[in-house]
């Protein structure tokens, strides 16, 4: 199994909805992240997991929450988002925590619409 | 600091024409890693090559070859004989040894008209 899933593919909430991003790999990562892309641009690094535990958050607003149960899955929670969080959200995993030598694996994506 | 400058922004040709990607990259590192991606309208970034700092060979896969040349800071990606399906936007990105980032170009959107 050389995938990221991620579910589900497409999302629209309320601003004052509370849902939930899922992202599973079982490749045995043992880092993992959130990235945020908005339209025509790079994607921008949220957050980072390694060996389970928070290492990097890229000073995101707290009405994104992430979470890391075990070593093959995140969450990633959403809470009182806004129109302009509404983006491509990606999760990706790489093979060692001490750097990203050998890339990503990148997940398809969550599709959020924040209305 | 690190930087990744793709200067097209968008490319079209017509299909089985050849194309290059330009990727210039700036660090002060001497160790460091070298990556392009593809993401098709799907939306999924397709890892596509890795080059580390030390190794100026360049490659060839099929259709697609990267020139890295340090003495530029460019790593460079060609697509021979363009088809419809390599249409999508292709980032270059970088990461330093030890560095839990990648540092992405902004992109350089391809479409290939049958």
């Known amino acids: 199994d050389t995938e990221v899933t991620q579910t589900p593919k497409h999302l629209v909430m309320g601003m004052t909805n509370k849902k939930s991003l899922k992202c599973e790999q079982h490749m045995g990562h043992r880092a993992m992240y959130w990235y945020k892309q908005k339209a025509k641009k790079p994607p921008e690094l949220m957050f980072v997991y390694s060996y389970e535990k928070l290492s990097i958050n890229e000073s995101v607003p707290s009405r994104f929450s992430p979470e890391c149960p075990n070593s093959s899955l995140l969450n990633l929670h959403l809470h009182a988002l806004q129109p302009e969080d509404s983006a491509l959200y990606l999760c990706a995993s790489s093979q060692f925590a001490t750097g990203v030598h050998y890339g990503y694996t990148f997940g398809s994506g969550t599709r959020l619409t924040v209305v | 600091a690190q930087k990744v400058t793709q200067a097209q922004t968008e490319i079209s040709v017509v299909e089985k024409e050849d194309v290059t990607l330009d990727c210039v990259y700036e660090?002060?590192?001497?160790?460091?890693?070298l990556f392009w991606y593809k993401q098709p309208p799907s939306g999924e970034l397709v890892f596509l090559i890795r080059?580390?700092?030390?190794?100026?060979q360049n490659e060839i896969s099929g259709r697609y070859s990267w020139n890295f040349q340090k003495s530029t800071s460019s790593f460079n990606f060609t697509i021979t004989a363009s088809q419809v399906v390599d249409s999508a936007v292709y980032f270059c990105?970088?990461?330093?040894?030890?560095?839990?980032?990648?540092?992405f170009g902004q992109g350089t959107r391809l479409t290939i008209n049958p």
């Open positions: 080059r580390n700092s030390f190794d100026e």
């Open positions: 660090t002060r590192d001497t160790t460091y890693y």
């Open positions: 990105a970088l990461s330093l040894q030890g560095a839990q980032k990648l540092v």
